[in-house]
C-alpha cells in the first residue's frame, strides 16, 4: 500500500508569505505527527494529531504555526508570515493506534528567502 | 525531560571496516529505542528497534542493544559498504498517550569504496 505521502516536495517563498504543507497519511492510522529538520538540529517534533484532534500542540515553536487534521486524514501545516529561520525540512510521520512505530514522509524542503 | 545525545559527525570510513555509533538516552520511564536512517534524497526510515532492555534490534546487519544500565543502545555493523552512507538517528519513544518520537542530532556516516 502506499506510504505517508507528503506535498509540495520542495516550496520556496518570500519572507512574510504564509505557506501551506500538506500530508497524507498510511490509510486507517489515527495518529499523526509533523517534525521539522534543520540543519545541524537534528528532528524537533511540532504537534500530534490523534484523529482530527491535536492534544499537544506544545511544539509549535510560535503563534504563526498552525495545523489542522480533517476526516482523521490529511493534515496542513500552515506557516504564516514566513520568517528566514523557518526554512527547513518539515516531515510528517503516521502511526496505527497502539503502535509506536512512525512511518515518515519524504518531507517538504521549505526555503525561505 | 526525555533526551538523546549521538555523538557527532560526520563519521568517515573505508569499505568493510567496522562501525560503531554511539548513543545515549535519558528517560523518566522505560522508553523504545530506535535507530531510523535517512538516505541521500529520501526520507526517514526505520532501521531497527528494541523495546525493552537487553533486547538486541538488527537489520542488514546493524546491530544495538538495548542496555538499561549504562542507558545506551549504540549502533555497530561488522563491515560496511558504501551504500550504508547515510545520516543515522537514535530515537526515543517513552510509550506516552502520544507516542512522539524525541530524535538525537543526526550523525552522518560516509563511506569511502
Known amino acids: 500500500g502506499a506510504g505517508v505521502s507528503q506535498s509540495p516536495s520542495n516550496k520556496v517563498t518570500e519572507k512574510g508569505k504564509d505557506v501551506e504543507l500538506r500530508c497524507d497519511p498510511i490509510s486507517g492510522h489515527t495518529a499523526l505527527y509533523w517534525y521539522r529538520q534543520s540543519l545541524g538540529q537534528g528532528l524537533e517534533f511540532l504537534i500530534y494529531f490523534q484523529g482530527n484532534s491535536a492534544p499537544d500542540k506544545s511544539g509549535l515553536p510560535s503563534d504563526r504555526f498552525s495545523a489542522e487534521r480533517t476526516g482523521g486524514s490529511v493534515s496542513t501545516l500552515t506557516i504564516q508570515r514566513t520568517q528566514q529561520e523557518d526554512s527547513a525540512v518539515y516531515l510528517c510521520?503516521?502511526?496505527?493506534?497502539?503502535?509506536?512505530?512512525?512511518?515518515f514522509g519524504p518531507g517538504t524542503r521549505l526555503t525561505v528567502l | 525531560g526525555d533526551s538523546v545525545t549521538q555523538m557527532e559527525g560526520p563519521v568517515t570510513l573505508s569499505e568493510e571496516a567496522f562501525l560503531t555509533i554511539n548513543c545515549t538516552y535519558t528517560?523518566?520511564?522505560?522508553?523504545?529505542l530506535f535507530w531510523y536512517v535517512q538516505y541521500p534524497g529520501e526520507g526517514l526510515q526505520l532501521l531497527l528497534k528494541?523495546?525493552?532492555?537487553?533486547d538486541k534490534g538488527s537489520n542488514k546487519g546493524f546491530e544495538a542493544t538495548y542496555r538499561k544500565e549504562t542507558t545506551s543502545f549504540h549502533l555497530e555493523k561488522g563491515s560496511v559498504q558504501v551504500s550504508d552512507s547515510a545520516v543515522y538517528f537514535c530515537a526515543l519513544s517513552d510509550w506516552s498517550p502520544d507516542d512522539k518520537i524525541i530524535f538525537g542530532k543526526g550523525t552522518r556516516l560516509h563511506i569511502l569504496p
Open positions: 510521520a503516521s502511526n496505527r493506534q497502539g503502535g509506536n512505530e512512525q512511518f
Open positions: 528517560a523518566t520511564g522505560y522508553p523504545s
Open positions: 528494541a523495546t525493552k532492555a537487553d
